[in-house]
T-cell receptor, first 113, second 112 residues
Framework: EAQVTQNPRYLITVTGKKLTVTCSQN?????MSWYRQDPGLGLRQIYY???????DKGDVPEGYKVSRKEKRNFPLILESPSPNQTSLYFC????????????FGEGSRLTVL | SQKIEQNSEALNIQEGKTATLTCNYT??????LQWYRQDPGRGPVFLLL?????KEKRKERLKVTFDTTLKQSLFHITASQPADSATYLC???????????FGAGTRLAVHP
């Protein structure tokens, strides 16, 4: 089954404790992206990757890092989480670059205390 | 900067009626527009894509229109069912950007 898998689905952490949200897709897509979704603001892009070892900032990259060492994986790293990073995070992938049909993961709800 | 507006108020309709959702945009010239469905606690799921040179697109009970003069897309669900209750997101691309720009979504509630 074609899917994008994120882990963890739910996480409560404290300010400053580094965490990683993993994302893996099994569709051999070149393009992958991370979004955060906050009430009333819609989906905002954090980082994206056009291919292995190629990453770039989206609209709200501050406080986040990513890496793309393998085609299927695109982890999101919060080096020192802060309460304003409490949000619902989605990973997405596409075979058509950043503007084609996106396949989303189930989401990771992060709370930073 | 580019702006996308979807009705922030929930749309409540009776089962069997046609639901119409609106997506308006400014400061943007998209080549196409996509609609996604999002259920609570789930990731968005792609429904339809309509290009700027297409006035209308249909898929089963779904119909999308795209008016580049009005800078507006309408999303229709005919013969709506309670199972259609969800939040619907519009997304525009590329318009000179290497990404989709998403609206905040409109929640649809279909009552039996």
């Amino acid at each position: 089954e074609a899917q994008v898998t994120q882990n963890p689905r739910y996480l409560i952490t404290v300010t400053g404790k580094k965490l990683t949200v993993t994302c893996s897709q099994n569709m051999n897509h070149e393009y992958m992206s991370w979004y955060r979704q906050d009430p009333g603001l819609g989906l905002r892009q954090i980082y994206y990757s056009m291919n292995v070892e190629v990453t770039d900032k989206g609209d709200v990259p501050e406080g986040y890092k990513v890496s793309r060492k393998e085609k299927r994986n695109f982890p999101l790293i919060l080096e020192s989480p802060s309460p304003n990073q409490t949000s619902l995070y989605f990973c997405a992938s596409s075979s058509s670059g950043g503007t084609g049909e996106l396949f989303f993961g189930e989401g990771s709800r992060l709370t930073v205390l | 900067s580019q702006k996308i507006e979807q009705n922030s108020e929930a749309l409540n309709i009776q089962e069997g009626k046609t639901a119409t959702l609106t997506c308006n945009y400014t400061n943007y010239s998209p080549a196409y527009l996509q609609w996604y469905r999002q259920d609570p606690g789930r990731g968005p799921v792609f429904l339809l894509l309509i290009r700027e040179n297409e006035k209308e697109k249909r898929k089963e009970r779904l119909k999308v229109t795209f008016d580049t003069t009005l800078k507006q897309s309408l999303f229709h669900i005919t013969a709506s069912q309670p199972a259609d209750s969800a939040t619907y997101l519009c997304a525009l691309g590329p318009g000179g950007y290497n990404k989709l720009i998403f609206g905040a979504g409109t929640r649809l509630a279909v009552h039996p």
